[in-house]
């Protein structure tokens, strides 16, 4: 449409340039947003900060931080006074690639220059900061946002609530809580949701409850990342009725359950073996309306294979192909895993060569898994094939795949293939493992002499 403005004689103003580089730069079109901008320069309208300050959000969001901190070089030598939005853009980007420290010094030259600093430049800061764990330099920042007048809000304590959480210092969480309602900040749903978090990977799980009742008397309502988060902690603590009756209490009070809460709680009924309750969730799942994603779905397909049902696990499968569900490498070899188990070798060597024709390469452990059955179905040659194959998928043997293989040949008394084997991977770099190290041992201490000289 702007091509056809031109083509027809019209001349766009600042404001039509400025919207088309905004649709670019917002659409993650990087290189045409550049080129748009050196248009606007070519047909002699000077970009403003705002347009500059819109590609080097753009580049910066695209990890290109070189290419933006020269346009912002650019946007210096022509006189152009940067602003905010323009700091906190090369901020942000920065923190995202780790550069702290240039992030601090930018922080610097914004003090140097007058620019007027908000809540956000120093969040954004902090919340970087955190990530990384450096905690009292966080606290610093906070020191000299203080000196500058600028007190923290309540996302710069949720965010220091959060890296004191996850540190294990659940303790300190609760003290910035308590200093952020002495300053008159009230937590919101996400402090509280945090310091819950805290106590659930502690396994605390009876303190994680009173902050739950606490957010309810405050009047604070939990949402479904509560609830969530909550089930989650019961559910690791095998917990499993505490966890059920928390997941029936959601309906009363409003939340929707949503793809992650059902996946935590069909993650505990299989690892405790309560199979058919399982399935019975999911199928309430389902009529709820709630669309599995790959996460639940390989919950599902391992838990059915691990307990033998392939038969449910292959109509499972069936039903994500069916419903146009972009299968990944972990679905198949979950899949093939189970199959061979079960002793449907060759059901495994179908799904396993079919995978070049979903667009799949097998990775290290698909591999390991088949080789493996193979072995056990008494097809070591076959394996060795596939095992000597690994390089036309570019995956290269690891220590798992190479035992395995040494192991099945020692069982079947190739001792000089097993050796051979053997020799490459140490010369790779791997080590036998336990059971390969015994085998050998014992094959030399029957042959009563060495099988390595």
Known sequence: MFDEMTEKGYQPNLIVY???????????????????????????????????STVIDCLCKNGLLKEALDLFSEVKVKGIRPNIITYNCLIH??????????????????????????IDTYNIL????????????????????????????????????????????????????????????????????????????????????????????????????????????????????????????????????????????????????????ACELFRKMLASGQVPDLVTCSILMNGLGKTGDIEEALKLFQAMRNSGLELDIVLYTILIDGLCKAGHIEFAKELFHQLSDNGLKPDVYTYCIMINGLCKEGLPDEAYRLFGSMGDNDCLPDSCCY?????????????????????????????????????????????????LL
């Open 126 to 277: 902090i919340d970087a900061l955190c990530k990384e764990g450096m905690i009292s330099k966080a606290v610093e920042t906070i020191d000299m946002m203080r000196k500058q007048d600028i007190e923290p809000n309540v996302v710069t304590y949720n965010t220091l609530v959060d890296a004191h959480c996850k540190e294990g210092m659940v303790f300190e969480a609760e003290d910035i809580i308590d200093t952020m309602i002495k300053r008159g900040i009230e937590p919101n749903v996400v402090t509280y949701n945090t310091l819950v978090n805290g106590h659930c990977l502690q396994n605390k799980m009876d303190k994680a409850r009173k902050v739950f009742n606490l957010m309810i008397e405050k009047g604070c309502e939990p949402d479904i990342v509560t609830y969530s988060t909550m089930i989650n902690g019961y559910c690791k603590g095998k917990r499993l009725d505490e966890a059920m009756e928390l997941f029936h209490e959601i309906s009363l009070k409003g939340p929707i359950p949503d793809t992650v809460t059902y996946s935590t709680l069909l993650q505990s009924m299989f690892q405790l073996g309560r199979v058919s309750t």
């Open 18 to 52: 400025s919207t088309v580089l905004k649709g670019l730069s917002e659409t993650g079109n990087t290189d045409r947003a550049v080129r748009f901008l050196r248009l606007m320069e070519g047909r002699g309208y000077e970009p403003n900060i705002v347009a500059y």
């Open 93 to 118: 980007g920065m923190c995202n690639l780790g550069q702290q420290e240039e992030a601090t010094k930018l922080l610097n030259e914004m003090v140097d220059n007058n620019i007027s600093i908000n």
């Open 403 to 451: 035992n395995v293989m040494i192991r099945r040949f020692l069982c079947n008394s190739y001792t000089s293939k097993a050796t051979q084997l053997l020799t490459e991977m140490v010369g790779k770099g791997f080590s036998a493992d336990i059971i390969t190290a015994t085998l050998f041992m014992d094959l030399i201490i029957h042959s009563n002499k060495s099988i």
